[in-house]
T-cell receptor, first 111, second 114 residues
């Protein structure tokens, strides 16, 4: 229900520290994974993606790790900044155009 | 490059009234998606278009929801009549082509049904 959805998992980190946001996905046949960042009042914004034939991919300040054995995905943000505060969603794609979004994690960055 | 444009950004209506949302995808993007996002949850797909053809509308509540993309560019999502439970954010996304997985989202329309 809506009241349950309000209680997003929250990660609080100090500015400058590294952040790790985790996601468990559901389908072992998923072959493409995306992390989205959603700020208040905005649509989800693409951050980084990874295909199932990889286990790590790096971007600017962000790294995505994929562990297919345990169906786990993580997003690492280096030197977290106040502008990184948002809700982060992982999404999986099972060889179609349909993205299945996971439960979001709220990242709070404090000075 | 301009992003996905949606209007209106906010809409407040009374239950049983009709409402429509408009989306203009990124230029050149053939695939267009409509999603529903409830508070604190991830987006859920309502319908996907390849050009003007609705290729996946299995999650669209067809008794009250309808969508169109007549010329394969802009799209409209309509609810008639709206119910209290329809209060949510309606997101539009687009991607270049069917084989490209990255979807780019618009800012959404926040609907409140009173």
């Amino acid at each position: 229900g809506e009241s349950v959805g309000l209680h997003l998992p929250t990660l609080s980190v100090q500015e400058g520290d590294n952040s790790i946001i985790n996601c468990a996905y559901s389908n072992s046949a998923s072959d493409y994974f995306i992390w989205y960042k959603q700020e208040s009042g905005k649509g989800p914004q693409f951050i980084i993606d990874i295909r199932s034939n990889m286990d790590k991919r790096q971007g600017q300040r962000v790294t995505v790790l994929l562990n297919k054995t345990v169906k786990h995905l993580s997003l690492q943000i280096a030197a977290t900044q106040p502008g990184d505060s948002a809700v982060y969603f992982c999404a999986e794609n099972i060889n179609t155009d349909k993205l299945i979004f996971g439960t979001g994690t709220r990242l709070q960055v404090f000075p | 490059e301009a992003g996905v444009v949606q209007s209106p950004r906010y809409k407040i209506i009374e239950k049983k009234q009709p409402v429509a949302f408009w989306c203009n995808p990124i230029s050149g993007h053939n695939t267009l998606y409509w999603y529903l996002q409830n508070l604190g949850q991830g987006p859920e797909l309502l319908i996907r278009y390849e050009n003007e053809e609705a290729v996946d509308d299995s999650q669209l509540p067809k008794d009250r929801f309808s969508a169109e993309r007549l010329k394969g560019v802009d799209s409209t999502l309509k609810i008639q009549p709206a119910e209290l439970g329809d209060s949510a954010v309606y997101l539009c996304a687009s991607s270049p082509q069917r084989d490209t997985d990255t979807q780019y989202f618009g800012p959404g329309t926040r609907l409140t049904v009173l």
